[in-house]
């Protein structure tokens, strides 16, 4: 059988050779798979420039949908989705600038969570008699949410992974 190289971007396994890896890396699915991946990792100034300076797209705009979907050349943000990323640019342009200026620490902060802690911890002795729930886990500001994950990041499911009846020990 020999070597398969896996990759992650188009979620995809083939026999590796020079061949084969060059078709594929060059390949229109795969650049267009690993631009995806890599603009949900783009700040927000940058989609915001990029986004100002493309006509809007007038299929998406009358229809609500576009044939082209990410790959089309043209905008499908609206002027309340602009005016919301100008309005985060903003916001972190600021905060940008008080870390610089060496100003206090800006809100949303390690101090704050020791302050909120410090509130329920208080609140979980005065009803002791209650059991604390904790709380449930949240990926930091920023990360793709989880459905967009290539598979080889995602967390296993429940029992593992299936296991294809070729690789099967015993």
């Given at each position: 059988?020999?070597?398969?190289?896996?990759?992650?971007?188009?979620?995809?396994?083939?026999?590796?050779?020079l061949?084969?890896?060059?078709?594929?890396?060059?390949g229109?699915?795969?650049?267009?798979?690993?631009?995806?991946?890599?603009?949900?990792f783009?700040?927000?100034?940058?989609?915001?420039?990029?986004?100002?300076?493309?006509?809007?797209?007038?299929?998406?705009?009358?229809?609500?949908q576009?044939?082209?979907?990410?790959?089309?050349?043209?905008?499908?943000?609206?002027?309340?989705?602009?005016?919301?990323?100008?309005?985060?640019?903003?916001?972190?342009?600021?905060?940008r600038?008080l870390?610089?200026?060496?100003?206090?620490?800006?809100?949303?902060?390690v101090?704050d969570?020791?302050?909120?802690r410090?509130?329920?911890?208080?609140?979980?002795?005065?009803?002791?008699?209650?059991?604390?729930?904790?709380?449930?886990?949240?990926?930091?500001?920023?990360?793709?949410p989880?459905?967009?994950?290539?598979?080889?990041?995602?967390?296993?499911?429940?029992?593992?992974?299936?296991?294809?009846?070729?690789?099967?020990?015993?």
């Amino acid at each position: 059988m020999g070597k398969r190289y896996f990759c992650d971007y188009c979620d995809r396994s083939f026999q590796d050779n020079l061949h084969n890896r060059k078709k594929h890396l060059n390949g229109v699915q795969h650049l267009r798979a690993k631009r995806a991946w890599y603009d949900l990792f783009r700040d927000a100034a940058a989609i915001l420039q990029e986004e100002q300076s493309k006509k809007p797209c007038r299929k998406f705009l009358q229809t609500g949908q576009c044939d082209f979907g990410s790959n089309c050349r043209f905008s499908h943000m609206t002027e309340q989705d602009l005016e919301k990323l100008s309005a985060q640019v903003q916001g972190e342009q600021r905060s940008r600038e008080l870390r610089q200026e060496g100003a206090d620490i800006p809100p949303g902060t390690v101090e704050d969570w020791l302050e909120r802690r410090a509130k329920r911890l208080s609140a979980a002795q005065s009803n002791s008699s209650l059991p604390e729930k904790p709380a449930p886990f949240q990926y930091p500001p920023g990360w793709p949410p989880l459905q967009e994950l290539p598979p080889s990041l995602r967390a296993p499911p429940p029992g593992g992974w299936p296991v294809p009846p070729g690789l099967q020990w015993g």
